[in-house]
């Protein structure tokens, strides 16, 4: 079990460059979730999927952001047209869907900079 | 809407001290996760409560989920220098499967 890895670890980009961030879960584990947390605050909930299906979407997640986990395995997160409010560390997690309780598993998170 | 409120924000302690985090919420969970962060790296899970009145021990770390579901509890025993970080508590909120944070405790134990 290697846990959630997440690539790059930090990416920093000029204001209006496109951005993707990868995130490979657990293996076995079918439920992925995408968080940004900024400086002194807890993760916010950005988006999550089951399997390939992406089942629920925050309102943080503006009309630049995408996510996509198209095989049911790795996910990907794009931010179009960055902006300096972009500017967080994206954090991946995963969980094995069990009906009792729903352990989520972070990855070590991509620390955006956009300049 | 802050749906967990982690009290206090900030502490800072002697060595071998005890101390207690504490998370409350005017909501019901169905579970309630506590992590701890190092800087520059993602939430580490240190206990997931499922049950009201649930208490679970993790060496030094007392955990405890209330009767209500509603509210949940850290007490470190004899703190260590080892225990600096950021505890943060989260919680799903029924029939969602979505993590709902705290604000995080940024503790810092002085040697």
């Known amino acids: 079990d290697t846990g959630v890895s997440q690539d790059p670890r930090h990416k920093i980009t000029k204001r209006g460059q496109n951005v993707t961030f990868r995130c490979d879960p657990i293996s076995e584990h079918n439920r992925l979730y995408w968080y940004r947390q900024t400086l002194g605050q807890g993760p916010e909930f950005l988006t999550y999927f089951q399997n390939e299906a992406q089942l629920e979407k925050s309102r943080l997640l503006s009309d630049r952001f995408s996510a996509e986990r198209p095989k049911g395995s790795f996910s990907t997160l794009e931010i179009q047209r960055t902006e300096q409010g972009d500017s967080a560390m994206y954090l991946c997690?995963?969980?094995?869907?069990?009906?009792?309780?729903?352990?989520?598993?972070f990855g070590p998170g991509t620390r955006l900079t956009v300049l | 809407t802050q749906l967990l409120e982690q009290s206090p924000q900030f502490l800072s302690i002697q060595e071998g001290e005890n101390l207690t985090v504490y998370c409350n919420s005017s909501s019901v969970f169905s579970s309630l996760q506590w992590y701890r962060q190092e800087p520059g790296e993602g939430p580490v899970l240190l206990v997931t409560?499922?049950?009201?009145?649930e208490v679970k021990k993790l060496k030094r770390l007392t955990f405890q989920f209330g009767d209500a579901r509603k509210d949940s509890s850290l007490h470190i025993t004899a703190a260590q220098p080892g225990d600096t970080g950021l505890y943060l508590c989260?919680?799903?909120?029924?029939?969602?499967?979505?993590?709902?944070f705290g604000q995080g405790t940024r503790l810092t134990i002085n040697p």
């Open positions: 989260a919680g799903s909120p029924r029939g969602a499967q979505k993590l709902v």
């Open positions: 409560v499922v049950t009201g009145g």
């Open positions: 997690a995963s969980s094995l869907d069990e009906y009792s309780t729903d352990t989520q598993y």
